[in-house]
């Protein structure tokens, strides 16, 4: 399922499906030329694999990936943290025609993509969010930042992605109370804005539950 965002010159893709990670790779290929990829995550995503998945394809297609793994939480999401990302960015070799791939949650994305506006005046990035907060919320508009110690999301910018990948089998190893978090996001959507929505949750809910893939592909498509 492709969803388009059209903005012009900076328009992408968002592609929604199940056990598509190992496709990311082929996607990759499309925004040749790529000097590297440096992929980004945290140590919550690194457990369960999904990160491993698309370094793999990537590497699959013959491009070098550099991972870098932060601790969970929005305690990363610093001047310190965006620092540590540009000594990282810069140690590897980074050059304007490598892109940076989040694999994670909102706060992987917004710490990532902000990294990749700023880093040699703006790299290229690709959004791969894991939680359904992340996938029907953050990682769509090019809303990148971090935070102050005084408040959140003070210093940021809009950078849109090259593209973005939803894979809802991600889901499946979401914790129940970020799960819910996502589908309260969802749920008030839909009583205000879109009452098909809210219809098709009022039906499905089940399915939901058991966070079923096709049921939530839509979802995240309608969204």
């Not at 929505?197 to 058991?210: G, R, T, V």
Request: glycine share 10%.
């Amino acid at each position: 399922m492709i969803v388009p965002v059209s903005l012009g010159s900076r328009s992408y893709n968002i592609t929604i499906g199940n056990d598509c990670l190992k496709n990311i790779g082929a996607m990759l290929s499309l925004f040749q030329p790529i000097s590297s990829a440096i992929l980004i995550t945290d140590n919550n995503v690194l457990q369960y694999g999904h990160a491993d998945k698309v370094a793999n394809s990537i590497d699959d297609i013959g491009i070098p990936v550099h991972r870098l793994s932060f601790d969970s939480g929005e305690q990363i999401k610093t001047v310190e943290g965006v620092y540590e990302m540009w000594e990282s960015l810069y140690n590897y070799g980074t050059d304007r025609k490598a892109i940076l791939v989040a694999v994670g949650g909102g706060v992987i994305g917004d710490l990532g993509g902000f990294a990749a506006a700023t880093y040699a005046r703006g790299i290229r990035f690709f959004q791969v969010p894991t939680t359904l907060l992340a996938q029907v919320d953050s990682s769509v508009g090019g809303k990148v930042g971090i935070n102050l110690k005084t408040g959140k999301n003070m210093v940021g910018a809009f950078h849109q992605p090259l593209a973005v990948l939803i894979d809802t089998e991600t889901l499946q190893t979401l914790p129940e109370e970020q799960y819910l978090s996502g589908l309260g996001e969802v749920v008030k959507y839909g009583v205000a804005l879109d009452a098909e929505l809210f219809q098709f949750i009022e039906a499905n809910i089940e399915k939901i539950k058991c966070r079923e893939s096709a049921v939530m592909q839509t979802i995240i498509a309608k969204w």
